[in-house]
T-cell receptor, first 116, second 114 residues
Framework: AQKITQTQPGMFVQEKEAVTLDCTYD???????LFWYKQPSSGEMIFLIY??????QNATEGRYSLNFQKARKSANLVISASQLGDSAMYFC?????????????FGGGTRVLVKP | GAGVSQSPSNKVTEKGKDVELRCDPI?????LYWYRQSLGQGLEFLIY????????KSGLPSDRFSAERTGGSVSTLTIQRTQQEDSAVYLC????????????FGQGTRLTVV
């Protein structure tokens, strides 16, 4: 079974500063994917970034980067230069790389509030 | 539309009634997923469709829950004899077939059972 742990239920960050959201995972699979999603108050889950277990380089997407430490089973999200629009819930998730689907196991989420 | 569309956006129903939730995925996406988001349980996987078949129904919480997908497109999640613990946001997502590609989510249906 897969398990995702996000230990920070909520955090404040000053506008224009960087913030790191923690995510640790547990799995016995050799091949897996790690995702981060953002959920603003509107409720929609917005894909941010993806890291495959065999990817040697950390993924980056604009202001988002994923600090992947496979030996420690961590996949922290770094948001640089925070903006007010970054205020939202952030979910770390993982999937098994298999032919029959790509269902996600989610962590409990971290609520981020960006202060002006 | 360009994104995943779910309807209704909100549904209030009386305990014991049946409800149907609809999901219209992104055109061309063969994989479709239903998730449930509740305060107590977080985000939980319910069911996965590949085309019209559901190879993974492992997340359906009871036999009161069922889902179907027709024409490889629209999916309906049905909850029979609703209970208060069914109150949650039901999220639908779609993606390209298999692989490890990102899933695109709809805005969800907020179900309240009174």
């Amino acid at each position: 079974a897969q398990k995702i742990t996000q230990t920070q239920p909520g955090m404040f960050v000053q506008e224009k500063e960087a913030v790191t959201l923690d995510c640790t995972y547990d799995t016995s699979d050799q091949s897996y994917g790690l995702f981060w999603y953002k959920q603003p108050s509107s409720g929609e889950m917005i894909f941010l970034i993806y890291q495959g277990s065999y990817d040697e380089q950390n993924a980056t997407e604009g202001r988002y980067s994923l600090n992947f430490q496979k030996a420690r089973k961590s996949a922290n999200l770094v948001i640089s230069a925070s903006q007010l629009g970054d205020s939202a819930m952030y979910f770390c998730a993982m999937s098994r790389i298999q032919a029959a689907g790509n269902k996600l196991t989610f962590g409990g989420g971290t609520r981020v509030l960006v202060k002006p | 539309g360009a994104g995943v569309s779910q309807s209704p956006s909100n549904k209030v129903t009386e305990k014991g009634k049946d409800v149907e939730l609809r999901c219209d995925p992104i055109s061309g996406h063969t994989a479709l997923y239903w998730y449930r988001q509740s305060l107590g349980q977080g985000l939980e996987f319910l069911i996965y469709f590949q085309g019209n078949s559901a190879p993974d129904k492992s997340g359906l919480p009871s036999d009161r829950f069922s889902a179907e997908r027709t024409g490889g497109s629209v999916s309906t999640l049905t909850i029979q004899r609703t209970q208060q613990e069914d109150s949650a946001v039901y999220l639908c997502a779609s993606s390209w077939q298999g692989g490890n590609t990102e899933a695109f989510f709809g805005q969800g249906t907020r179900l309240t059972v009174v």
